[in-house]
């Protein structure tokens, strides 16, 4: 029952070890060995994790968004790890196999795009352009071609096809979600993985730790703000939040 304790008392955190303490979240083992209980920290970290800080409010924001959002793409036909929230900052998710790639999905140029190719800023990309990390903190996360995803042994071809088309699917319907409440998904970074039964779903996170959410008028509402200084963090989280739980209260936290 341990996985209900954290919610009745509503302490910030699950007792016990974590199996896996990440930069802005920590992983625990959930009674049920297919699941387990993701926590969102107030942690913030940029240039892999050479800059830092606490957002005190950010995880309970970050979760709620990550919730919401998990539920709009589940209504959408999208499969993902998400099975309900257990407390403010605590997700209880499908266990996975993490597939170590980074799956980022681009609508207009913006960061390393702009950087290495020289893409104006803010250029609107002619398609939906999906790129391939290597999700490796040692190796600085660097971009992959599908030769190289071949050579690593990281995923099969079968599978790097699906995680495109996916990747594709998902950011598109995120996309739309955002136009609805007059804001512009720039892109979005994913993680996918796979069960114990060989289903590949969603995982990971999706609030603006990982995707980048700009006003019509280019205000950065995500962490683009605290990367480069471009104003207070909780503040665009908080805004991102609200407009979406406004407009799709049926997907918001109770
Ligand atoms: N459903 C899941 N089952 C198992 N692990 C998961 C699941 N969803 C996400 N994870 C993993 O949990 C960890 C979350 O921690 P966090 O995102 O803070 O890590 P991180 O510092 O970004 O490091 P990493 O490079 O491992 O992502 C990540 O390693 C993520 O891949
Ligand atoms: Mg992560």
Redesign the pocket.
Known sequence: MDEHNSAHTGAAEPRGTPL?A??????FAADDPDR?R?VFTDAVTAGDGAKREEFPGKGELAARTSALLFRALAAKGIRT?FLRELAPVEHL????R?IPLEVVVRFLATGSLSRRLGIPEGQPLPFPLVELYY?S?ELGDPLLTEDHVALLGLASPEVVRYLKDEARRAAEALREIFAAVDLVLVDVKF?F?ETSDGEIVL???LSPDSMRIWTKEGERLDKDRFRRDLGDLLEGYAFVYRRLAERFPEFASP
């Open positions: 896996y990440g930069k802005s979240k920590k992983v387990v993701v790890h998710v499908r266990r996975v993490i999700k903190d993680e993985g995982a990971d996170e």
